[in-house]
């Protein structure tokens, strides 16, 4: 998505470490007319797949599900992070190991709210090592209900989760893959 | 808001200690159609105060206000909740106690997302005991920034902050007033 990879060279921050920082448009101060954009463009490479609802992760997959999901006409549900001991009976769960933070948590998401049968779209913002979609994944499997597809902002193609979902067989759509960055600030994109 | 009243009525569910659980349409799964409602209503009450940006707070605010900051056509800021004891130093931060969770925590926004003279405002799904709305508010005013307004979808009105809010003199607007919840659910609003 081209007007997303202009942004991402325009506004985006290379940090050592392969970090690539977002801030000002779409994790931390969020341009809505951006998300419009994206969420059209999820549109057109998903409708065909019959979503009956989209599914996030907290926190800053919400704005752009919600975007979405109003050019999809289906609700949103957004799994909740606890590293609570104790989980509810009445939740799916799985367990994700975040290597950002070095840390595991679950995710969780209410039984109410997924369904055998559904058609599900998983939407976020990055993907790098793949952990917190394989988990979404898992948890929508758990519920009887069907990982459809998988639409993501930005994919970091240096880092192997893109693979691993790939692998899965689910329709992953990312509209922009980083190929690498350098130091100086320079973003390559696949294409 | 008769039909945001008619929703909680319907859908929300009562639990001692009242407690509201609005999870099936706004802070779990999310109906994006109430949203729009809600965000026009939003307008409504606030476009004559002239907003800049839409503040909020993760996780639940941020679909409320995203779909606000479409029809109010301005960004959306959310602050991040931290426990972090080393907040940086280009942040501004205030710090929250949570009675319903029993901790204290910082609220932060990058230094970056907010600026002096900026009209502010605030929208979150909840307000009780008003803690997370008036460090937001203190929050806004260490950038030197204007807090207008606040808007909130759901005021528990037996609960002290809608008062504590008011005192500060910002035009605060509540879509639904909770005067009294009910063992056996009933819910009355105010009017």
Redesign the interface.
């Given at each position: 998505m081209l007007l997303l990879e202009e942004r991402i060279r325009r506004d985006g921050k290379v940090f050592p470490g392969n970090i690539l920082k977002v801030?000002?448009f779409l994790n931390?101060?969020?341009?809505?007319?951006l998300?419009?954009q994206i969420g059209e463009e999820f549109y057109r490479l998903f409708s065909a797949d019959r979503i009956d609802k989209i599914l996030t992760i907290?926190?800053s997959g919400?704005?752009i599900?919600?975007?979405a999901?109003?050019r999809f006409?289906v609700?949103?549900?957004?799994a909740?992070k606890t590293q609570t001991k104790n989980i509810a009976a009445d939740v799916y769960t799985a367990r994700v190991e975040s290597f950002t933070h070095g840390k595991v948590y679950d995710v969780i998401?209410?039984k109410?709210?997924l369904h055998a049968g559904e058609r599900i779209l998983i939407i976020d913002d990055f993907l790098a090592k793949g952990q917190a979609l394989l988990g979404l994944i898992r948890l929508v499997r758990s519920a009887g209900a069907e990982p459809v597809g998988a639409g993501i902002v930005i994919e970091k193609g240096f880092q192997d989760g893109g693979d691993l979902v790939r692998q899965t067989g689910i329709h992953l759509e990312s509209l922009a893959i980083v190929e690498s960055m350098d130091d100086d600030g320079t973003i390559r994109f696949r294409h």
């Open positions: 801030d000002s931390h101060q969020i341009d809505v007319r998300l419009e907290e926190a919400i704005g599900a919600c975007i999901a109003q006409g609700p949103v549900v957004f909740k998401v209410s109410e709210f």
